[in-house]
């Protein structure tokens, strides 16, 4: 490893002492370490373990999107329950969607629509949780934090916070989002977050040529370490001592600039307006360069997808740049021939009411929620599972967000029989009892 100047890295990082070793080691604010990753896959390696270079991109429909209107329109139900958008035929004989996802439904081969997801938690912090962790956690509706680790930050925990040749790291987040986190897989496998201090310091503020100029190095990351201890995470980042080195010098910093990218690229990916587009490019350009699991966000409005009044202007809104923006992303990446790499997962915590309400909207329904698949080297070009003929719940086996959990494991590569040591010590499986990939998929 180099140190700031480009030489090699010593014990005593040529005069700069341990203590100011480890400030440099906590500039990742949620606890990237090359030196833990490192140890993670030698130990990897001596289990014969292999590392997949497969990655998930997240795409979070926050509010809770209607299941009706986007994957599963139900024309032939009475009108109060059917798609109030109509629907739209795909390129796969027999399967419509949502009518204002017409793109999508030009590239429906390459995605798999789930109508049978369901998991019965109808609150916004509960189901979250639920199809983010495969547990359910019905206090969260109460405000009582997470129980479980995300998929990404099991992601990070399995294979090391950051790439070994890129230093790009395992977990990113571009948007936050609730039991996105480690919880007692520990604060250094949380995502980084794109929007925080840490993404802002990967540059410093010092220009490239100066980078040997430790001192200022320095005062900018004891500024870091005070925010980190305020936050509680110092904890989690000082095992990671060196990270620093590896993520500002390494191609990670490269991989977060969208500058790089052709500008015709990235006019077509927000040629609809909105920031979901540069969102998907960099989530493409992370997992090119190593990260293992991007989430995201996409709220069309400060209620996001919560469509309890007037659901047919909203959805005229939100839906055409997530369908423009999605169909942006699976041609870029099969241009670049990473469709069986990256796996595209869109879904929210619920899905919504099946009948339409007195204010021409739909509420919180969990019995049946939303979620279709893109890639990751899966079964394409299907609809999975069947919901009564009202979409009020699923008519053939459900599938749980344990399955999704499951099938995330098979495309990352992650041992289902993985266990890891909770924080009293207790040894526990990351996968619930009795999940299952989606069969129709793998």
Same mark, same amino acid.
């Given at each position: ?8 890295? &010593? ?27 490192? *140890?993670? *896959? ?5 289990? !014969? ?41 795909? %390129? ?68 090391? &916070? ?38 802002? %310091? ?6 490239? &040529? *100066? ?20 936050? !509680? ?17 390494? =191609? ?13 690229? *990235? ?5 609809? !307006? ?10 493409? =350009? ?17 209620? !996001? ?30 241009? =670049? ?9 869109? &879904? ?95």
């Amino acid at each position: 490893m180099l140190n700031l100047s480009g030489k090699p890295l &010593t014990g005593t990082c040529e005069g700069t002492n341990r203590r100011e070793f480890l400030k440099v080691g906590s500039l990742g604010m949620t606890g990237f370490g090359l030196s833990g990753l490192l *140890r993670q *896959r030698a130990a990897a390696a001596a289990e !014969g373990q292999s590392v997949k270079d497969t990655s998930v991109v997240w795409i979070w429909l926050g509010g809770g999107a209607t299941h009706i209107e986007t994957f599963d329109p139900k024309m032939e139900a009475p009108s109060e329950f059917r798609s109030t958008v109509g629907s739209v035929a795909t %390129n796969v004989p027999g399967v419509e969607i949502g009518g204002l996802l017409p793109k999508m439904a030009a590239r429906a081969d390459r995605m798999a629509f789930v109508r049978s997801f369901a998991h019965g938690n109808s609150g916004h912090g509960g189901g979250t949780h639920y199809v983010m962790t495969g547990t359910n956690h019905p206090a969260a509706d109460a405000g009582v934090g997470p129980i479980k680790p995300s998929f990404g930050a099991i992601t990070s925990r399995v294979r090391g &916070t950051n790439h070994p040749v890129t230093g790009v790291p395992s977990f990113v987040r571009l948007a936050g989002l609730y039991a996105d986190g480690p919880n007692w897989l520990g604060a250094a496998y949380g995502p980084f977050d794109v929007g925080g201090e840490a993404r802002n %310091n990967m540059n410093l503020s010092v220009d490239m &040529t *100066r980078l040997g100029d430790r001192r200022s190095l320095l005062s900018k990351v004891d500024r870091l370490d005070r925010q980190s201890d305020r936050n !509680g995470q110092l904890e989690g980042l000082d095992k990671f001592e060196g990270q620093a080195f590896k993520l500002i010098l390494s =191609r990670a910093k490269e991989a977060f600039d969208l500058t790089r990218e052709d500008p015709r690229l *990235r006019d077509k990916f927000n040629a609809a !307006g909105t920031g979901l587009g540069d969102q998907l490019l960099l989530a493409r =350009r992370l997992c090119e360069a190593g990260c293992g699991f991007v989430t995201l966000n996409y709220a069309n409005s400060y209620q !996001g997808w919560d469509m309890h009044e007037k659901i047919e202007p909203q959805l005229k809104t939100a839906c055409p740049p997530l369908d423009h923006a999605v169909s942006a992303f699976l041609d870029d990446l099969a241009d =670049r021939g990473l469709s069986e790499k990256i796996l595209l997962v869109i &879904t929210g915590e619920f899905g919504r009411t099946p009948r339409v309400n007195g204010v021409a909207g739909r509420d919180h329904w969990g019995p049946l929620c939303t979620l279709a698949l893109a890639g990751g080297g899966l079964k394409m070009g299907q609809v999975i599972g069947e919901s009564s003929s009202k979409a009020e719940v699923p008519k053939s086996t459900p599938i749980e967000p344990k399955n999704l959990m499951a099938t995330i494991f098979h495309v990352l590569g992650i041992d289902p029989h993985t266990q890891m040591m909770d924080q009293s010590g207790r040894p526990q499986y990351l996968l619930p009892d009795a999940a299952a990939p989606i069969r129709e998929l793998v």
